[in-house]
């Protein structure tokens, strides 16, 4: 079982929807962990991430300072959600030796992503806002100053890195990262593809969140390889923007 049901968004779905957030994942992970455990399931992967990390933390962050504090305001109802997900399949490890691994990964995106301007997370939800503003003359609005840092890992990269987990690692937890960078260079690689650097403008009226959560993958690499080749950011940003203009009438937007 590859558990990767969650209720999610970006950091404002998270700030505006906390009691959705925590309820509806709450609900959902205690349901698949106790069904993967009452039904035998020979092992589960379950997915976590990395901005459930403490806010007030040294970095990197790495896989044992889950609990070492509060997460960020902004995203603490999901965040707490997801340290129980993590707690529960440690029990039952524990308890009755089921295999429970959980992931962590940091920030996702690829094609085929929740491009909803509100609610969507921010990769999919820059391009569909540059793509509006392009098709109507306006400016290209980024919200906060751009300054705060994220990993980004491209989606194809994380399957391949599950199913290489599924069936060679079977430890408690691991952080599946790639290389960070600042949301102003997101929207910038953004803005190029689609020949509108010139409109890019940030709105710091809006709160940019967290300022970083900077994770350690050196246990990934060790056990995948210190060379692996993830897919450069800009060259994953590009394949979804490709993918966004091709499939605009039929994209998840709402």
Same mark, same amino acid.
């Given at each position: 079982?590859?558990?990767?049901?969650?209720?999610?968004?970006?950091?404002?779905?998270?700030?505006?929807?906390?009691?959705?957030?925590?309820?509806?994942?709450?609900?959902?992970?205690?349901?698949?962990?106790?069904?993967?455990? #009452? /039904?035998? %399931?020979?092992?589960?992967?379950?997915? *976590?991430?990395?901005? +459930?990390?403490?806010?007030?933390? !040294?970095?990197? &962050?790495?896989?044992?300072?889950?609990?070492?504090?509060?997460?960020?305001?902004?995203?603490?109802?999901?965040?707490?959600?997801?340290?129980?997900?993590?707690?529960?399949?440690?029990?039952?490890?524990?308890?009755?030796?089921?295999?429970?691994?959980?992931?962590?990964?940091?920030?996702?995106?690829?094609?085929?992503?929740?491009?909803?301007?509100?609610?969507?997370?921010?990769?999919?939800?820059?391009?569909?806002?540059?793509?509006?503003?392009?098709?109507?003359?306006? #400016? /290209?609005? %980024?919200?906060?100053?751009?300054?705060? *840092?994220?990993?980004? +890992?491209?989606?194809?990269?994380? !399957?391949?890195? &599950?199913?290489?987990?599924?069936?060679?690692?079977?430890?408690?937890?691991?952080?599946?990262?790639?290389?960070?960078?600042?949301?102003?260079?997101?929207?910038?690689?953004?803005?190029?593809?689609?020949?509108?650097?010139?409109?890019?403008?940030?709105?710091?009226?809006?709160?940019?969140?967290?300022?970083?959560?900077?994770?350690?993958?050196?246990?990934?690499?060790?056990?995948?390889?210190?060379?692996?080749?993830?897919?450069?950011?800009?060259?994953?940003?590009?394949?979804?923007?490709?993918?966004?203009?091709?499939?605009?009438?039929?994209?998840?937007?709402?």
């Amino acid at each position: 079982m590859i558990h990767l049901a969650a209720c999610v968004g970006g950091i404002y779905n998270n700030m505006n929807n906390k009691v959705e957030m925590l309820e509806k994942n709450l609900q959902i992970n205690y349901n698949v962990v106790k069904c993967c455990h #009452d /039904f035998g %399931v020979i092992k589960m992967i379950a997915c *976590l991430s990395t901005c +459930i990390f403490p806010d007030e933390t !040294a970095y990197p &962050i790495n896989e044992t300072m889950l609990h070492n504090g509060p997460p960020h305001t902004s995203n603490d109802a999901y965040a707490y959600s997801k340290r129980m997900l993590q707690i529960h399949c440690k029990a039952y490890r524990e308890m009755y030796g089921d295999n429970f691994v959980c992931i962590i990964p940091t920030n996702i995106y690829g094609p085929a992503d929740n491009y909803n301007l509100e609610d969507g997370h921010v990769i999919p939800s820059l391009i569909h806002k540059c793509y509006l503003a392009k098709q109507t003359g306006a #400016d /290209f609005v %980024v919200r906060g100053t751009g300054s705060p *840092l994220r990993q980004f +890992i491209y989606s194809e990269d994380l !399957a391949k890195i &599950i199913l290489w987990i599924m069936e060679f690692y079977n430890d408690e937890s691991v952080i599946i990262s790639a290389s960070e960078t600042s949301i102003a260079n997101v929207a910038k690689i953004i803005a190029d593809k689609f020949e509108y650097g010139d409109r890019m403008v940030f709105d710091e009226t809006y709160s940019d969140g967290q300022y970083k959560k900077t994770a350690d993958n050196s246990l990934l690499l060790s056990l995948i390889g210190e060379n692996y080749d993830f897919t450069d950011i800009g060259e994953g940003i590009g394949k979804s923007v490709d993918w966004f203009i091709t499939n605009y009438a039929n994209a998840w937007k709402n």
